[in-house]
């Protein structure tokens, strides 16, 4: 399942994150000062 990033609603706050595929298993874990930015860099284009 694709995800808009944009839509997600993702506090600017400390917090863990997951990367999931799509048949459900853990393919990244990580950890940021400010979810919102972190998550949302990943979908940024270069």
Known sequence: ???????????????VYLFRRADDRVTYVGKATDLRSRVRSYFAPN
Do not use: W
Request: net charge negative; proline share 20%.
């Open 1 to 15: 399942m694709a995800v808009d990033p944009t839509n997600l609603d993702l506090p600017s706050k400390p917090g």
